[in-house]
């Protein structure tokens, strides 16, 4: 059994150790975190913004507040740290205050930002998506994730691109994946959910086992030549996932569970600049030689990620419950896990 807070700092961690390491895994962490975000986007929509006075306006409010303060948070660090980065042109400084249009920077300040970007774009046209899942039956709109997550597969194939800059309806099917386990209450059998965890990790024995699936997750400066159908691996690996992650949400979190979820974004972008750090001055010693300045780095990022959460993230989280409720006539309130933050 996985808890959700646990299981989003799991993934966000895997984001942090392909940047540390040459381990490529983090693209499908990143789908999965799309998956679960449509979820419980949907749930969120349907208990309570759409009881809210003027929703659409609630909910586009209260996403923003979620993501953007402690963005902005961490942007300033990295800023200060590295004033390099500090963007110079008006759609620059735009995307890096509202986030909107940042993937599609030249340079990101902060690259796992980019997710956030997305993120935003699709809670913007949600209420479409919404309407759109009460309007189709179930049966059709199965088979049509089935054939849309064949297709995004196939593209990147032939594509040979990331995950990062692929265009969004191919991103986009995960969270309509998320969404409709939502809308139609999924809660994946636990045969399923042992097929889905056992498929994982086959997959990654696989990788790590056989020479030429091993150049598909391992990068860095000695990738293979097979490590261009890395992004290709971490979408199937994501897809195959996807009812282990689905249990995740139906398992009740507790209040250290729900710190982990919220630690999951903080950790997210404020491991890049120590990533940055570790880079410029151990980036020329051999991965084991690098391993100690890259765990003291990450424990410096897990201790101010707390701090964070502490004296900037969660104060400001309550403030927007209590907005968000203060507008709410009726329906249950969002509770705990059940913020997805990125």
Not at 156 to 185: C, D, H, K, N
Not at 197 to 202: E, F, T
Not at 270 to 291: C, D, E, K, T
Request: proline share 6%; hydrophobic share 55%; glycine share 6%.
């Amino acid at each position: 059994m996985l808890f959700p807070g646990f299981f989003r700092l799991c993934l966000a961690l895997l984001v942090v150790v392909q940047h540390f390491s040459r381990v490529s895994l983090g693209d499908a962490a990143v789908c999965l975190f799309f998956v679960l975000s449509g979820y419980w986007i949907f749930v969120m929509w349907e208990r309570q913004y759409n009881y809210a006075r003027h929703r659409y306006f609630t909910f586009i409010v209260s996403r923003f507040w979620r993501i953007v303060p402690t963005f902005l948070l961490c942007s300033a660090i990295t800023f200060a740290l590295y004033p390099h980065l500090v963007p110079t042109e008006y759609a620059a400084i735009a995307s890096s205050l509202f986030v909107i249009g940042y993937r599609n920077l030249d340079h990101l300040p902060i690259v796992p930002a980019w997710s956030l970007d997305v993120e935003l774009q699709f809670y913007m046209v949600f209420p479409i998506l919404y309407l759109l899942f009460h309007k189709v039956d179930r049966r059709a709109a199965v088979a049509a994730l089935a054939c849309w997550s064949v297709a995004s597969v196939a593209i990147l194939y032939v594509r040979s691109g990331s995950v990062m800059t692929e265009p969004l309806p191919q991103i986009l099917v995960l969270f309509m994946i998320g969404a409709a386990a939502a809308r139609w209450r999924w809660v994946p059998p636990r045969a399923l959910v042992v097929a889905s965890a056992g498929l994982v990790v086959g997959m990654l024995g696989l990788g790590v086992s056989v020479p030429a699936l091993r150049a598909m997750i391992l990068g860095g400066s000695n990738s293979g030549a097979n490590f261009i159908y890395n992004p290709v691996f971490n979408l199937v690996l994501a897809l195959a996932a996807v009812p282990l992650a689905i249990s995740t949400v139906h398992v009740k979190s507790k209040k250290l569970d729900r710190a982990f979820g919220d630690l999951s974004y903080i950790v997210y972008l404020m491991h890049w600049p120590a990533f940055i750090f570790v880079h410029n001055h151990y980036g020329s010693l051999s991965p084991l030689q690098r391993l100690p300045y890259a765990g003291l780095a990450m424990g410096v990022v897990f201790v101010s990620s707390v701090v964070i959460w502490l004296v900037w993230d969660r104060p400001i989280n309550r403030a927007r419950h209590a907005w968000v409720r203060s507008r709410v006539r009726l329906g249950p309130v969002e509770q705990g896990v059940g913020q997805p933050a990125a």
